[in-house]
């Protein structure tokens, strides 16, 4: 495990782990299905992935483009490769919406639709509805 790992939870946070990647929700919620996708190398910069690392975020990416798009109507997903203060190679990833879900009896937002995601503009729900919609992801996510 490597310290961008531990930074974004990944005991608490995780839904799948490859061979190469973890995929973890996270925690500050900027839309509803924000995630991190973290390389599990020590690597610092997306030149030193490997080939073999780099195929297998396809099937990353697929997996959870598919998973949130079937649970929820995603417009679009938009990624950030942002390697400064979690130094480790890391995608953050944030579904956008056209308009408010109500999940768990939380307002979802996305209010800055369709300008670029701010990372700090999050949805401040509960602890107890994040790991709701935690486990309803895991529990669509496909088994390897």
């Known amino acids: 495990m490597n310290v961008t ?3 974004f939870g990944y005991k608490k946070n995780l839904i799948c782990e490859y061979n190469n990647w973890c995929v973890l929700l996270r925690d500050q919620q900027v839309t509803l299905g924000s995630v991190v996708i973290i390389e599990k190398s020590n690597s610092i910069a997306l030149a030193d992935v490997t080939p ?3 195929a297998e975020l396809a ?3 697929s997996d959870y483009e598919n998973v949130v798009s079937e649970l929820y109507p995603v417009r679009r997903f938009n990624y950030m490769a942002l ?4 130094p480790n190679v890391h995608f953050h990833v944030v579904p956008r919406y056209e308009s408010d879900i109500n999940e768990f009896n939380y307002d979802f937002s996305d209010s800055l639709y369709p300008s670029p995601p ?3 503009k999050v949805n401040n729900c509960s602890a ?3 790991a709701l919609v935690l486990d309803k992801i895991v529990s669509q996510w496909p088994k390897r």
């Open 5 to 7: 790992m531990e930074r």
């Open 118 to 120: 701010n990372l700090s």
């Open 52 to 54: 073999e690392s780099f």
């Open 83 to 86: 390697m400064m203060v979690d």
């Open 59 to 61: 099937t990353v990416i």
């Open 128 to 130: 107890d509805v994040k």
